[in-house]
């Protein structure tokens, strides 16, 4: 089984401002996948970046980036030159990469974040 | 492409009523999920179906929740009878065989009176 914590309820930065959004997780399972997705006010769930467990390098998408702590359980989403359309709720989540639990996310509670001009 | 198709994506009952949400996935995907996401908190999981089949449904509560894909394209969760505690956001997602990547439908929020 995975959990997945966000310690971070809200977050707030300035437009082009940098903002990273932190998160740690727990499994048993030797690989995973981890992913965070962002979830505007209109609800709609959207991939944001995923990384694999088994890869050392961090997940890199346009200006959303990953920090992947593998001993330290921790995967944080760094968002470079923030715009107004990054405010969302984000959410961490993660899935054991096979097995009869494969593709089931476990979610984090989420953090608000808020983009401000 | 059409995304995930959900309806409806408003609905209000008073408790002990039936309620039916309806889900049909991206074209091609053969995994269907339902999540239920309450205020203020991430989705949880429901019910995984891979084709037609219910590969995981040990997070449903069996004695008033029920799904099905009959024909492994769209599904349909019922509740019945719904209690004041159902009120949440019933989320359908789909994604192909063996990819990990989830694509969300925009909800049904659901309100019991």
């Known amino acids: 089984a995975q959990t997945v914590t966000q310690s971070q309820p809200e977050m707030s930065v300035q437009e082009a401002e940098t903002v990273t959004l932190s998160c740690t997780y727990d499994t048993s399972e030797s690989n995973y996948y981890l992913f965070w997705y962002k979830q505007p006010p209109s609800r709609q769930m959207i991939l944001v970046i995923r990384q694999e467990a088994y890869k050392q390098q961090n997940a890199t998408e346009n200006r959303f980036s990953v920090n992947f702590q593998k001993a330290a359980k921790s995967f944080s989403l760094k968002i470079s030159d923030s715009q107004l359309g990054d405010t969302a709720m984000y959410f961490c989540a993660g899935s054991n990469a096979g097995g009869t639990s494969y593709g089931k996310l476990t979610f984090g509670q989420g953090t608000i974040l808020t983009v401000h001009p | 492409e059409a995304g995930v198709v959900q309806s409806p994506r408003y609905k209000i009952i008073e408790k002990k009523q039936p309620v039916a949400f309806w889900c049909n996935p991206i074209?091609?995907?053969?995994?269907l999920y339902w999540y239920l996401q309450n205020l203020g908190q991430g989705p949880e999981l429901l019910i995984r179906y891979e084709n037609e089949e219910a590969v995981d449904d040990s997070q449903l509560p069996k004695d008033r929740f029920s799904a099905e894909r009959l024909k492994g394209v769209d599904s349909t969760l019922k509740i019945q009878p719904a209690e004041l505690g159902d009120s949440a956001v019933y989320l359908c997602?789909?994604?192909?065989?063996?990819?990990?990547?989830?694509?969300f439908g925009p909800g049904t929020r659901l309100t019991v009176l």
């Open positions: 997602a789909s994604s192909l065989e063996d990819d990990n990547e989830q694509f």
């Open positions: 074209s091609g995907h053969n995994t």
